[in-house]
């Protein structure tokens, strides 16, 4: 009679204990997931986005090459964040002209010498791609003298996107 007491006793012991276990791993799962989404935190209100990329280039990329655009902001001193803009149809050549007014020609770039930035995945969007243009202009720091904006021209398929990594 008390081994069959003892053992029942060890029979709950182990399910409670297995519950509790299996309800922390799930837990720390959730939390897990919560964070990696809560780190990306898109913008997609358009004035907030223009006022950005003004901050970032000074000057506008107008409405009339966009399509559509978002932004992910980051917390850092010298860093702005990072926009991606999917290009009008017809306003690649146009779109083209005004980064070169504004920033010269740009250069051709292999999908290997694309930068990491630290994982993002507008990064990892980009090394997708094909015809990659180049384009790179400097603001002054607080932290840093100088922090550099780096601009890609890239098409994925019928369409072309724009990514400001600043």
């Known amino acids: ?12 012991a182990k399910r409670v204990v297995t519950v509790i276990l299996a309800a922390s791993c799930i837990l720390s799962l959730c939390a897990c997931g919560r964070a990696a989404s809560g780190s990306m935190n898109v ?6 986005i223009h006022k950005q990329i003004v901050k970032m280039l000074d000057f506008d990329i107008g409405a009339e090459y966009i399509e559509e655009a978002e932004m992910t902001k980051s917390k850092s001193v010298d860093t702005y ?5 999917l ?3 017809g306003e690649e050549d146009n779109l083209t002209k005004l980064l ?3 920033l010269g020609s740009g250069m051709d770039q292999e999908v290997s ?5 630290q994982g993002h995945q507008y990064a990892e969007e980009l ?6 243009r180049y384009y790179v202009t400097f603001k002054e720091g607080t932290v840093a003298k100088s922090i550099d904006i780096n601009l890609y021209v890239a098409k994925d398929s019928d369409s072309t996107y724009l990514y400001i990594f600043g």
């Open 87 to 89: 290009v009008k149809e």
């Open 43 to 48: 913008i997609t209100d358009q004035d907030k």
């Open 113 to 117: 010498h694309l930068p990491g930035y």
């Open 100 to 102: 070169q007014e504004h």
């Open 127 to 132: 090394k997708k791609m094909s015809d990659i």
């Open 1 to 12: 009679m008390f081994t069959n007491i003892n053992t029942d006793g060890r029979r709950l």
């Open 81 to 85: 964040g990072k926009v991606k803009i």
